[in-house]
């Protein structure tokens, strides 16, 4: 509902939505985020090689569902990406601290890792804490995809490097620019969680936005039933100023194919 209305003032004002916000950018780095644990190691290769090829010069994977597959998925998404592509790892919260500490360590040495996304559950902010505080330099440690309100925000001050924020679950664009406020002055950057089309918008009034999770599951589907929909520039997404709103249109007969 708020970012509906965020939409709607926008589209009276006959203004971008990115205009109608305190707009700090003009437009957000992105990340390829997919790499699946369900996909062949060829199929690995192809997704995070060619966002590389799109010019986004990070990507990221999942990890942790079968821990002793990784290795090799890690080798061939190093492989695929080169040395000079940041590479990102998720494990959505499937280890214990301790666990999570010693593959932190691995992930830094071995494959030069630099981000480690819900290494334990977003449920355990002493956990984050302590691979935060015991991991590896280089290796930031990311948690907030789960954020409801500004409280579950604050548990996570000071047990991440990097604060994420979807502004799909967060209380629409009026919750993000809360946990924006937090993140700033708590001295953090703020990464966009999925949702790439409202994000774009959204992430340019964010002072400290760090990237924009460009997420292959909504990127998808966001070009299947909308018009309008952004496309990669030079590694970000800049939102289109000539249209109103958020500058998406439901393709309606699209649509209702997929009608239950």
């Avoid at 440690?141 to 409801?148: F, T």
């Avoid at 760090?210 to 018009?227: A, C, G, Q, T, W």
Wanted: aromatic share 8%.
């Amino acid at each position: 509902v708020d970012t509906a209305l965020w939409d709607l003032k926008a589209r009276v004002l006959e203004l971008p939505l990115v205009d109608c916000l305190p707009r700090v950018h003009d437009a957000v780095p992105l990340y390829g985020s997919g790499g699946f644990c369900s996909y062949s190691l060829d199929r690995l290769r192809e997704q995070l090689a060619g966002w590389v090829a799109q010019g986004i010069p990070r990507v990221k994977m999942k990890i942790s569902r079968e821990p002793e597959r990784d290795p090799q998925r890690l080798d061939a998404a190093r492989e695929a990406v080169g040395d000079e592509t940041a590479l990102y790892v998720d494990s959505n919260g499937a280890f214990g601290a301790k666990v999570a500490l010693g593959w932190a360590q691995r992930l830094r040495a071995d494959w030069g890792a630099s981000w480690f996304e819900e290494p334990v559950s977003s449920e355990d902010p002493d956990g984050l804490r302590l691979v935060r505080e015991h991991g590896p330099g280089g290796l930031e440690i990311a948690a907030g995809e789960y954020a409801y309100v500004p409280a579950d925000f604050r548990h996570l001050v000071g047990c991440v490097d990097c604060l994420q924020a979807d502004v799909t679950r967060c209380g629409g664009i009026t919750g993000l620019l809360r946990a924006a406020g937090l993140a700033g002055a708590n001295g953090l950057d703020l990464s966009a969680h999925c949702a790439p089309q409202l994000a774009a918008h959204a992430f340019c009034a964010v002072p400290t936005a760090r990237h924009l999770e460009y997420f292959h599951d909504h990127v998808r589907l966001e070009s299947l039933f909308f018009e309008g929909v952004l496309e990669p520039e030079d590694g970000c997404l800049r939102p289109d100023r000539s249209r109103p709103g958020h500058g998406l249109e439901l393709k309606r007969a699209d649509v209702e194919r997929y009608a239950v």
